[in-house]
């Protein structure tokens, strides 16, 4: 399809694995952001990339977090030792450019749980 | 430290009626407002946008209105429809070399239209 799409959908795990997330954004698009929410939380910035590069990781909670991006396309979310507390909705966005205004388009998300 | 704040979780209105949805925040520095509308399992989508030189901006039956001394901005949808129905995050974006990589989110209003 055209727009962004995000695997898996859901995903449960054990507390202490590690889960990684994708994020296929739209072609063309050289921004790609990685946010989530958490139950009665508003979006939470975790990351984006302008191209392969990641200038903002403010957003990452933990060094258990870390992305890449490859090709200027696929990017993939790594939480390393989960814990109930990363327990969200991952959502990936993409856009045309970082700078300005440009819209973004999201995802459908990826419904994390950590048991 | 919510800078972005949308008071009211939830919102219920007749339909053909009009829907005021609220936002409030605190950053002065913020130059740039959104508003995403998200329907269940999906990703969020750019509904309307508002730059802090304007005070209103109209879409069809979306308008929003910028009230900057009050650091308060409001979407309104008149006439609401039951296809209204949906979780509503207002977005706000830093000035002025800033743009989507800075967007903080509120924690969204589900909206209600009661047919």
């Known amino acids: 399809g055209a727009g962004v799409s995000q695997s898996p959908s859901n995903k449960v795990t054990e507390k202490g694995k590690d889960v990684e997330l994708r994020c296929d954004p739209i072609?063309?698009?050289?921004?790609l952001y990685w946010y989530r929410q958490s139950l009665g939380q508003g979006l939470e910035f975790l990351i984006y990339?302008?191209?392969?590069?990641?200038?903002?990781k403010s957003g990452l909670p933990s060094d258990r977090f870390s992305a890449e991006r490859t090709g200027g396309s696929v990017s993939t979310l790594t939480i390393q030792r989960t814990q109930q507390e990363d327990s969200a909705v991952y959502l990936c966005?993409?856009?045309?450019?970082?700078?300005?205004?440009?819209?973004?388009?999201f995802g459908s998300g990826t419904q994390l749980s950590v048991l | 430290d919510q800078q972005v704040k949308q008071n009211s979780p939830s919102l219920s209105v007749q339909e053909g009626r009009i829907s005021i949805l609220n936002c409030d925040y605190t950053?002065?520095?913020?130059?740039?407002f959104l508003w995403y509308k998200k329907y269940p399992a999906e990703g969020p989508t750019f509904l309307i946008s508002?730059?802090?030189?304007?005070d209103k901006n109209e879409d069809g039956r979306f308008t929003v209105f910028l009230n900057k001394s009050a650091k308060h901005l409001s979407l309104h949808i008149v006439p609401s429809q039951p296809g209204d129905s949906a979780v509503y995050f207002c977005?706000?974006?830093?000035?002025?070399?800033?743009?989507?990589?800075?967007?903080?989110f509120g924690t969204g209003t589900r909206l209600t239209i009661i047919p």
């Open positions: 966005a993409s856009s045309l450019d970082a700078r300005g205004y440009e819209k973004l388009f």
């Open positions: 072609s063309g698009h050289t921004a």
């Open positions: 990339f302008q191209g392969n590069s990641a200038p903002d």
């Open positions: 950053n002065s520095m913020f130059d740039y």
């Open positions: 508002i730059s802090s030189i304007k």
């Open positions: 977005a706000a974006s830093l000035a002025p070399n800033f743009g989507n990589e800075k967007l903080t």
